[in-house]
């Protein structure tokens, strides 16, 4: 059993905690933005929460962070009463964000200069993922603190792996986006032309699902879609902020990215439809409307 920390609980926070207080049983200590759900968080699971990412890091092993995007990150722990204030010399933080390579390589160094490891730790899965502990975990810093990490991860994962220096696990959740966002597309497409077809989709997905074409996204996501649902899973404002990080980097490295930033743009049209907080699958609503 370990002491840890969790801070910021949203959906996929939320649950993550709990696997480590559940199935991991660590000593669990929360921190969010919101203290009602702190509140709730450690009436539900028994454990502790704390007015600030300082307080819940104080004297723990391992402190986990799971927040929006760069500036949240940064402000929760360096930042004024952040985590890395509280932090003990020899405990590693863990950040679940999905975030740029520049903050993880940034809050790497921030952390050294404490006595204090950090692995970059962006996770794959959605929030059922979350809820079920069975994400996938892609993490960048030094081995052996990653081997070091990697049991307490595992409360809530299915899959760890350690993909090279601070900021590899970032860049491989670029990758993933990058991955996802022609699948949806893609998918996308294929529905949409099976209907104009006349076809019945449900026969056609149970036919070419066992090929080449089957993907988890058809296998989960096209009941949902043919039917015009779209609540079922990470947001298209979320993925369009994970893009504008891909395509940020792609800048960088030069790299070429003409589908990405294509899907992005549909994307940017589905938000003007008013489906912000539609699931990701929802770029079938825009060929359709």
């Known amino acids: 059993m370990a002491k840890v920390a969790f801070i910021g609980l949203g959906v996929m926070g939320?649950?993550?905690a709990g696997h480590l207080k559940t199935k991991g049983g660590h000593d669990v200590t929360v921190y969010n933005r919101t203290a009602e759900k702190a509140a709730a968080w450690a009436e539900k699971f028994s454990g502790k929460s704390a007015p600030t990412p300082a307080e819940a890091a104080a004297g723990a092993d391992f402190v986990f962070v799971c927040v929006g995007n760069d500036d949240d990150l940064r402000s929760v722990t360096s930042g004024e009463n952040g985590a890395l204030h509280g932090m003990k010399p020899g405990s590693?933080?863990?950040?679940?964000?999905?975030?740029s390579a520049e903050v993880a390589r940034e809050l790497y160094a921030a952390a050294k200069e404490k006595g204090v490891d950090f692995i970059d730790a962006p996770v794959s899965g959605g929030q059922a993922g979350a809820e079920n502990g069975v994400l996938t975990v892609m993490c960048g810093g030094d081995e052996a603190v990653f081997e070091r990490a990697r049991p307490v991860i595992d409360a809530y994962a299915r899959m760890v792996g350690h993909l090279?220096?601070?900021g590899s696990g970032q860049l491989?959740?670029?990758v993933n986006q990058i991955c996802i966002a022609g699948l949806v597309q893609g998918l996308s497409e294929a529905l949409h032309f099976g209907k104009?077809?006349?076809l019945d989709i449900e026969k056609v997905v149970e036919v070419i699902s066992k090929g080449a074409a089957g993907s988890w996204?058809?296998?989960n996501r096209h009941k949902t879609m043919n039917a015009g649902k779209y609540n079922f899973g990470f947001a298209v404002d979320w993925m369009r902020k994970d893009l504008g990080i891909v395509l940020a980097e792609a800048r960088s490295n030069g790299a070429k990215l003409p589908v990405t930033a294509l899907v992005d743009q549909f994307y940017g049209d589905v938000q003007a439809m008013g489906g912000n907080r539609w699931d990701t699958s929802s770029l079938l609503a825009r060929l359709e409307k």
């Open 14 to 16: 939320f649950p993550m």
């Open 92 to 99: 590693v933080l863990i950040d679940n964000t999905t975030a």
């Open 164 to 166: 090279g220096p601070a």
């Open 172 to 174: 491989t959740k670029m």
């Open 196 to 198: 104009r077809a006349g």
């Open 217 to 219: 996204q058809m296998e």
